[in-house]
């Protein structure tokens, strides 16, 4: 199938990449490459933050989840993700996040393409971990824990192995189930893994600690004397309000790196802070604006809870890998009858053909 770039305006197929493209694409493109690659997107798109249209996602919540939309511009083209969190899913054989999304054309409001994001997004969250770790991590750290070995986790090991050299890691989640997955899974990465039983037996040794769980609740997955000076946290569980995985004492001893402020007072761990807590936006350190980490024994702390340009780089990516890959099929999306005023006239033509 070839990809046709031409102006988008004559189409009325838009390109749609399914679950199973998306799993295609990861295999001919490779996992480490995918993740590489959308980290590139991230900061070349980070370092335009100033011209994106920003604004805290739209968040539905009920007892047992929340449904989200994202929507973001560059202003020559326009991204939104629909995305779930709902952490009972897995007991119900369903997954905790899953999402979809849309790139468009802003000059003519057709989307360009429309995707499955639950991989993206798993893809896309452990790149955008990456590219934050690299400025914030000590310098030579090679072994991360990964608290909460659930979907996201072997997309965050292969993230760091590939961005930050991380070959050792110490894997924990209160089903044990989920560590043996996780270590049968990265198996043959180059990674020297240990599957620890409990937090504290994880966080020995590490530079890094990711933590990754999936709760409801304000958990405390890593309590203060846990984290060891030099320690850069990279807390992805924590994205709505109620849902967080430190405790407080941590965030008031650690240089706190944030995605976009206003979304993370709501979602991130500090929620659990004054509304006029310091913190540092990631873009700024990404761009030399502000400093990362700056000195051996600092913690440092990502914030993690997913924005709306990660999405939007990540469509990105996946719409410039099409032509190669021909991974997705043409979707009937858009009406496109002869004259665009003869809507209904498009109809009855079509009941000739029925
Ligand atoms: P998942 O349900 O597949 O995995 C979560 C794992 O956490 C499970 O294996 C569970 O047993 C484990 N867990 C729960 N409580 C724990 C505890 N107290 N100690 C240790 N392990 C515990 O979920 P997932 O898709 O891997 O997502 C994990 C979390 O990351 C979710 O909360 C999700 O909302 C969040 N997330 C954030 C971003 C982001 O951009 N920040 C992106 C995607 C997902």
Request: some cysteine.
């Amino acid at each position: 199938m070839s990809f046709d770039s031409s102006p988008i305006k004559s189409l009325n197929l838009v390109p749609f990449v399914s679950v199973d493209d998306m799993m295609h694409t990861v295999l001919d493109i490779g996992v480490t490459e995918m993740i590489t690659g959308i980290a590139g997107y991230i900061e070349q798109d980070f370092a335009r933050w100033e011209l994106f249209d920003k604004t805290p996602r739209v968040a539905a919540h009920s007892s047992v989840g929340v449904i989200e939309l994202m929507p973001t511009s560059d202003g020559v083209e326009y991204a939104f993700k629909y995305v779930n969190g709902h952490p009972k899913n897995t007991r119900e054989g369903l997954q905790t996040v899953t999402a979809f999304g849309v790139l468009a054309d802003v000059d003519s409001g057709y989307p360009v393409l429309i995707s499955e994001m639950t991989i993206l997004t798993a893809l896309r969250t452990a790149a955008m971990s990456a590219v934050a770790a690299r400025p914030l991590a000590l310098a030579g750290a090679d072994t991360m824990a990964i608290i909460g070995n659930g979907a996201q986790s072997e997309f965050q090991a292969i993230a760091f192995q590939a961005l930050l050299g991380i070959n050792k890691l110490r894997l924990y989640d209160i089903d044990p189930v989920a560590t043996e997955k996780c270590a049968a899974n990265l198996t043959g990465r180059g990674f020297e893994i240990v599957k620890c039983r409990s937090g504290e037996e994880a966080v020995e040794g590490a530079q890094i600690i990711t933590t990754v769980t999936a709760d409801k609740q304000c958990a405390t997955i890593l309590t203060d004397n846990m984290v060891g000076a030099g320690v850069h946290i990279n807390a992805i569980g924590g994205d709505c309000p109620g849902k967080t995985e430190l405790h407080r004492d941590i965030l008031l001893r650690s240089e706190i790196f944030v995605e976009f402020p206003p979304q993370t007072r709501i979602e991130g761990e500090i929620q659990q802070l004054d509304a006029d807590h310091p913190v540092t936006e990631l873009w700024q350190v990404l761009i030399g604006q502000q400093a990362g980490r700056s000195s051996e024994r600092q913690v440092t702390l990502f914030d993690s809870v997913g924005f709306a340009i990660e999405d939007f780089s990540a469509l990105r990516f996946l719409r410039d890998q099409l032509e190669r890959t021909g991974r997705y099929e043409n979707l009937d999306m858009i009406a496109d009858p002869d004259e665009p005023r003869d809507l209904f006239g498009m109809i009855q033509r079509a009941a000739a053909t029925r």
